[in-house]
C-alpha cells in the first residue's frame, strides 16, 4: 500500500503543499499546464530556496504577472484605501442583502509585481466596492471546464465547498452568498485544483497527517485583527490535532486547512512505512531559527495483515489516592457507557507511601473532552493527563451463536483470513444465566461449543 505522510512542523498553505509535492518527483509542467487550462491569468514560478539552511521548492501564484503581499501589508494599504474611498465618495459598506465579500484570508491579496512594485490600493479599493468577485458556483462551473480528470474535479470541488462552507458559517451566511476576491478567488482556484491534480500524480493510497502547527499572535483581517487560528481556519480544523509552537505568525491558511482536511484520510504519529522518497515545499516567511516548510514522505506503508486497522487513539491518566473504592465500578461504568473504548484501573504506591489507583482510560480523540469531564467530575483527582498513541487492532465481526437457552453474540478476531481469537459477550451470557438460573461459567461454556460446532459446519 502506498502512503505519504505530511508533516505540518510549521504549518500548511497551499502553495507550501505544490512546493512540497514537485520536490517528490510530480513534474512541474503538470501544473504548469493545469493553470494555463484554467484560463485565470495565473501562471506559477517554481524556484529553489532556503529556509533554515534545508533546501526546498518554493511554488509562487503569479495573476497577471504580479505576486501577492503579506496579509499585513495588504490590510494596511486596504484601510487606508477605504478610509480614502469613503471620503470622497460617501458610500457605505456591508449591507445586509449583499454577498459576503471574502478578502481576509490568504488568498485574499493585492498584488506585488515582480519587481517589487505594489497595486495602488486606491483601485483595489475602488473595485473591491463594485465587484463582488467569484461566487462558489461560478469557481465550481471553472473546475469543471478544466482539462482535468473527473477524480480531480471531484476532490477540488470538494475541498472549495468545505472552503466555502466554513466561512458561510463564520458569517452567518448561506453559502451561495459567499463571494471570493477576484485575485484571491485565483490564488485559491489554483492551490485547490494542482493540489488535487499533484496527490493523483503522486498516486499513493492513503495521506496521513501529522498534528498541525498553527502558529499563534493574530492577524489583520477586513474586520480588524483576529486571533489565530483565523475563524475559518479553526472551523475547517475540528476534529484535526492541532497545537501552537513559539511562532507569532499565522501559519496554516483556510486554504491550506481545507486542502489537508479534505485529502487527509487520518491524522497521527509518523506511520509504519518504507521511505521512497521526501521533498520539502516552502512557505513564504524564512523565519532565522525555524524552517518554514512542510515536508511529504512518501513510501510504502509496513502492513501486517489485510485484517488489521490502525488508528489514532487518546490515552487519559489519573492517579487517585484518595477516591471512595466503592465509587470506582461506577466510574468505570460511566466513562464504558459515555463511548471509553477501554478503562482500567491499576494499584500503584504513591506519595507519603499512600497505596492508590492508577486510573486509565482508552478512547476516541473527538470523545477525550467529554469523558475527561467525567473523570474530574466522578473522582477526586486534580489533573487529567493526555497523551496520543497508533492502535494496531484486529479486524472483529460478530456472529450469533445458539445455545440451550437462547443465542449468544460471539466476538471474533481474525488475522491474514484466519480467526484467531474468539469470545462469548459477557453481557449476553450474564443476562441468561441470571433469566434462566443458570452457572454464568456454564452459559458461557455452551456459547464457546456452540460456536466450535457451527464452525465445523
Known sequence: MRIAYLDCFSGISGDMLLGALVDVGVPPQVFQQTVAGLNVGAKLEVSRVNRAGISATKVDVLVHGEKELPREVFWEQQAHAHEHADAGSGHSHGGRNEPVQLREHNYARPALSREGGRRDPSSEA?????????????????????TISDS???????IFDALGAAEAKIHDSKIEEIHFHEVGSVDAIVDIVCAAIGVEALGVDEIVCSALNVGGGTVKCAHGSLPIPAPATLELLKGAPVYSSDIQVELVTPTGAAIVKTLAKRFGHFPEMTIEKAGYGAGSRDFPAHANLVRLTVGERA???????????????????????????????????????????????????????????LAKPEDAAKLTEIVFSETTTLGVRRRQEQRQALMRKWVNVPTPWGEVRMKLASMNGTVTNYAPEYEDCRRIAAEHHVPLKTVMQEAVQGYLKTREN
Not at 475602488?126 to 478544466?146: D, P, T, W, Y
Not at 480531480?152 to 470538494?158: C, D, F, G, I, V
Not at 466503592?326 to 484501573?345: C, E, I, K, P, S
Open 303 to 361: 502492513t501486517l495483515s489485510p485484517n488489521t486497522s490502525e488508528e489514532l487513539v487518546t490515552i487519559l491518566e489519573a492517579n487517585l489516592d484518595d477516591l471512595n473504592p466503592q465509587l470506582f465500578g461506577y466510574v468505570m461504568d460511566r466513562l464504558l457507557q459515555a463511548g471509553a473504548l477501554d478503562a482500567y484501573g491499576v494499584p500503584v504506591q504513591m506519595k507519603k507511601n499512600r497505596p492508590g489507583t492508577l486510573l486509565t482510560v
Open 126 to 146: 475602488h473595485e473591491h466596492g463594485h465587484s463582488h468577485g467569484r461566487g462558489l458556483n461560478e469557481i465550481r462551473e471553472i473546475i469543471v471546464k478544466a
Open 152 to 158: 480531480a474535479k471531484k476532490t477540488a470541488t470538494s
